[in-house]
């Protein structure tokens, strides 16, 4: 199974770079709506913690509703049946899972990188990108399901904002106040309880999409 | 003592008026009990208005 | 009418206890607490809309784990109809708790992490609806949202059980402690309020089960 999964991902990998333009448009789009916020705010304004870490959070969220929609358009039906024939659905989702991941993960570094180039890097540091990490862990995990299930209905991306949103909203809100809180106080048993939480809502995002995607593939 | 009784009358209508803005805070808020208890039955009297009405439009269309 | 048959007691007990409810949530004893006043007895009505809501969002999840595990069609109308009637109840609850909160907190709406809650809640059933109207092949409405419906509902749970309880929250039972303690309720309150929340739970039952024949029969035709 561990060898199919490393086929499947390979052969996303092998698409995603012969069709540049898909991860292009995602990283233009992640640009520009960090130089919306670059033009709009004063530097001053956006000195402050508060402000900063919420809007590169906004920012991470609608990037990566995008990016995770256009991880399912780009496959046609043709391709869809080629993977129903070769692999169990239970591959797919688990190789779905990895590669949004990672792909969010290169994502967030971009932006995080862009960010501070344009609005000051003054909060840094090695906790924050673990937070980075745990956010595109658990973002990944929980969007995965909801574009496979707007990947089946016509007219997908506005569908596949109204579901996320709501359910993107409490791990955006655990993240930013994890990220507020660690950046004063950096110990372990402030954000602990955030933490396990977060976890927590992995382990049930991520065991639903394996027992779920089985049902959603089939027809 | 007829104009005791007028005085009182009028503070009477006087006190009611001044209380008028906070009715709702007035007998230890016992009216936002009520209303909210009110709003719940409309509430589901409404709902259940709506599904009578759905049932009725079906048996003409049958 | 298979659905109608073991209405009866629903019916009797929903009837009794919200009778018992409305009488003693207006006459009997309840603790004299500043701020709050007789307001307290609002508990009686806004709390158990809640408890109504999550119960019929458990039904209708449920039953829609049975249509992707049975695929019968009637398991995902079921579910539908579970959740019409919990949003409806989850609305009632919002407005309630709105009017309870301007009079004792000073607003209609504060940022308090059981409000959040509430409100993603209606959120994610609304879009519930939004999915169900947007595909228009009955077999395959019904097991995406069935999908849907099982996520968004396990998802929902450390929203509404534990995060309110470890931040800090105009509500009781926030800080670690569950929901209604000791301190929270004493037993005069709990007389009425069990009851009512009952009663609330058997009153949601009975109007889901009349939608139920309702959309069947809409199904039918």
Known sequence: MLKKIFNILYKYLKIDLSLKHLFLSVALYLVSAIYIIYVVFDFNEIYEFEIWISLFWIVILFVSITSISKSFFHESHNRNYYYYYLFSPSELIVAKLIYNFIFLLILFFIAILFYSFLLGNLFLSKHFFLLLFLGAFSISNCLTLISAISFQIKRNSVIIGILSFPIIIPILKILIDISKVSHINPSWNVIENDFYILILINIIAVSLSYILFNYLWKN | MIIEMIINFLSFFLNIQVEMADTFRSDGKIYVVILVALIILIGIFLYLYRIEKKINDMNKNK | ?221
């Open chain 3, 1 to 221: 009418m298979e659905e109608l048959k073991n209405l009866k007691y629903i019916k009797l007990f929903s009837v009794s206890l919200l009778i018992y409810a409305f009488i003693g949530g207006f006459l009997f004893d309840v603790p004299a607490l500043p701020i709050l006043n007789e307001s307290i007895r609002v508990l009686y009505f806004h709390v158990p809309m809640w408890f109504t809501m999550i119960f019929l969002l458990l039904i209708s999840c449920i039953n829609s784990f049975y249509f992707i595990s049975r695929k019968k069609i009637i398991y995902d109308t079921k579910s539908y109809t579970y959740t019409s009637v919990a949003v409806f109840f989850g609305f009632l609850g919002i407005l309630s708790g709105m009017i309870w909160a301007k009079f004792t907190w000073g607003s209609f709406w504060t940022n308090d992490p059981k409000l959040n809650g509430s409100a993603i809640t209606l959120l994610i059933y609304l879009s519930y609806f939004l999915l169900r109207s947007s595909i228009s092949d009955e077999i395959k409405k019904a097991k995406i949202s069935s999908v849907y419906n099982i996520f968004a509902f396990a998802m929902l749970i450390p929203l509404i059980f534990i995060l309110p309880r470890m931040t800090d929250s105009l509500h009781p039972g926030s800080g670690g402690n569950p929901g209604f303690n000791v301190y929270d309720m004493n037993a005069q309150l709990r007389m009425v309020f069990y009851p009512s929340v009952l009663g609330f739970i058997f009153l949601g039952i009975w109007i889901s089960k009349l939608k139920l024949v309702l959309n069947v029969l809409k199904n039918d035709n």
